[in-house]
């Protein structure tokens, strides 16, 4: 069964850049969207953009200026990187893989707090 | 790009009907069928539960049914359990090439 496992910095300054990577085991990058959603404490979903195996992207347009998300199929990982973070995005932080428009299977999760 | 909209909380007894709206636009649910729920418990990952508007995936119960009309999705949850009591949230691809989440709603069993 297909498991998604993501690791990165938890805790960051303001003007920082985070940097998570997440990592696919017992299947293929090939022939899927892979996707970063966050969620603040107490709050809802946000799209935060996707990757396709070919390096292809699409981004949330509120982030797109801060936001790169990037693919390694030689070792079935991909990462997100956001600069310049501020207290708003204070977030767990969810890698995921896309079929058929939807979210169908979830890493973890990562919790990353930006605080002075 | 502005998240759908989900009322903020719905509730029911055990054995009974649920209903949650997903209300979109004319650029995301009123264009595409790519629409999505998920569950969410405290703490946890998000549940795929509903994919392509209608369509279940395998090992989710059939007490949970999807539809759409317009520009308004919705989630049904027949006979209502316990472990149903959750955060849901639907999705939505958009125009944009981009995907949008809903507000969210919390579930309350009675």
């Known amino acids: 069964q297909v498991q998604l496992q993501q690791w990165g910095a938890g805790l960051l300054k303001p003007s920082e850049t985070l940097s998570l990577t997440c990592a696919v085991y017992d299947d293929s990058l090939l022939g899927y969207y892979w996707t970063w959603i966050r969620q603040p404490p107490e709050k809802g979903l946000e799209w935060v953009g996707e990757?396709?195996?070919?390096?292809?992207?699409n981004y949330n347009p509120s982030l797109k200026s801060r936001v790169t998300i990037s693919v390694d199929t030689s070792k079935k990982q991909f990462s997100l990187k956001l600069n310049s973070v501020t207290a708003a995005d204070t977030a767990v932080y969810f890698c995921?893989?896309?079929?058929?428009?939807?979210?169908?299977?979830w890493g973890q999760g990562t919790m990353v707090t930006v605080s002075p | 790009q502005s998240a759908l909209t989900q009322p903020a909380s719905v509730s029911g007894s055990p054995g009974q009907s649920i209903t949650i709206s997903c209300i979109g636009t004319?650029?995301?649910?009123?264009?595409?069928?790519?629409v999505s729920w998920y569950q969410q418990h405290p703490g946890k990952a998000p549940k795929f539960l509903i994919y392509?508007?209608?369509d279940r995936p395998s090992g989710v119960s059939n007490r949970f049914s999807g539809s759409k009309s317009g520009n308004t999705a919705s989630l049904t949850i027949s006979g209502l359990q316990a472990e149903d009591e959750a955060d849901y949230y639907c999705?939505?691809?958009?125009?944009?090439?981009?995907?949008?989440f809903g507000t969210g709603t919390r579930v309350t069993v009675l």
């Open positions: 999705s939505a691809y958009t125009t944009s090439r981009t995907y949008v």
């Open positions: 392509h508007v209608t």
């Open positions: 995921a893989r896309e079929a058929n428009g939807a979210f169908e299977i």
């Open positions: 990757i396709n195996d070919g390096g292809r992207t």
């Open positions: 004319n650029s995301d649910l009123g264009v595409y069928n790519y």
